[in-house]
Structures are given as structure tokens and as C-alpha cells.
């Protein structure tokens, strides 16, 4: 009798657990169906592969220029490189030019409370870490320059959501994910000053659901716009 008790405890609460973790499933459920588009995708690396290698031959001058000038700026590796997420979780080094001084880490501590943005990464107006050269260079999207080689090797693309460290995306849904993260998107081309992390994601979704060869050069176009206007958000 205690044992078939035992046994009745024990299969209650299994069916307890497996209606939890249901839940759980229901919860967590992708808002986001990842279309194949295998012709479209072949042309989107074949469009990054011949821009990428053009980009680099090309502005190999101004690359040498914007390295030295940091280092005069602030003595050190004028290059950042940092552990980004890429498409399907996959961890990648992401590629920038240092636009802050070299200790940047260590006063990044004594400033979270300043964050000015609810989203997972931190931003702030009038951020001291940065330095004079590195204000310009974000301001005109020169910093970004270097991805340009992330891109040539495969781990990110032209236009896709842009990559997160380890830290931040693990406070936001793995399905924004499913695509390659890119140089620039929908909220690089949308007025992002205090956009929260579901306006942020929403765009996300949006670029993964209607991605196509049109979605793609009308971001590049605005992008453009926004760095010749000087309004890099």
C-alpha cells in the first residue's frame, strides 16, 4: 500500500513538472518563422563577398590614416576586437577601430548607473571613455570600417541585426538569431534614442521576415544618407 502511494506521489508530480515545462516551451516560443530564400541568400553572400573585397582593396589608405591618427589620439592597438554573437548563437570576433582610451573597461564599472537607455547594452550621452578621435569616427560610422572583414570571412553580412557580446544577448530571444547579424539595419536607420529592447527586437523580426534583395539595398541607401548627414545615431 506505502509503495503504490509512493508510486501515485511520484507520477503526480512528474505529470506536475511536464505541464511546467510545457509552459515553459509555450513561453519561449519563437515570434519569428525563418523563410528559406536559398536563391536570395546565395546573392547576398555572392553581393558581400565582391563589396567586402572591393571595400578593403579600395580603402586600404584611409585605414592606414585612421590607425595612426588614433594612436597619436591615445597611444595603443588602434584596433577592438571583441566577442560577439553570430547567427545561430555562434560566437565570433567582431572587428572595430578603438574609439575609446585604453582603460575604458575599467571606467565602464564606475558608470552603469548611467545608463541612459533600457536596452541590454549601455550607451550614454557624453560617455568619457571616449576619446576626441573616437567621437568623429562613431559620429560617421568610420569605426565600423573594420567589420568590413567580418563580413569577407563569413561571420556577419552587409544588412542584418547587429551582434551583441555574450552578456547582452543572452537577455534577448535567441531568434533574432536565425540570420547572419549585419553591419547595419532597421533601428541603425530609425530614430533609436531611448528605444527600448521590444521596439529593438520588433525591427529585428521585421528584418527577418521581409529580408530581400529590395529590403536590403533601401537599407543600405538610408544608411548612407544617415553617415553623409552625420546623423549616426
Known sequence: MGEG??????????????????EDVVMVKSKVTLKKKPVYDFFKRLGDVII???ALTCGLPVFVIIAIVIMIDDFGNPFFMQE??????????MFKFRTMFMHADEMKVDLMEENEYDSVH???????????????LRKTSLDELPQILNVLL???????????????????????LL?????SCYWQITDTVKMSNEDQLELDYKYIRNRSVGTDIKIIWETV????KGSNQ
Request: glycine share 8%; aromatic share 6%; no cysteine.
Open 5 to 22: 502511494m509512493e508510486d501515485l506521489k511520484t507520477t503526480v508530480v512528474a505529470e506536475q513538472v511536464n505541464t511546467e515545462v510545457a
Open 84 to 93: 560577439r554573437k553570430g547567427k545561430d548563437g555562434k560566437a565570433f570576433n
Open 122 to 136: 549601455f550607451k550614454m550621452s557624453n560617455d568619457p571613455r571616449i576619446t576626441k578621435v573616437g567621437k568623429f
Open 154 to 176: 563569413g561571420h556577419m553580412t552587409i544588412i542584418g541585426p547587429r551582434p551583441f557580446v555574450r552578456s547582452e544577448q543572452e537577455q534577448l530571444p535567441s531568434d533574432r
Open 179 to 183: 540570420v547572419k547579424p549585419g553591419l
Open 52 to 54: 567586402s573585397i572591393l
Open 225 to 228: 544618407e544617415l553617415v553623409v
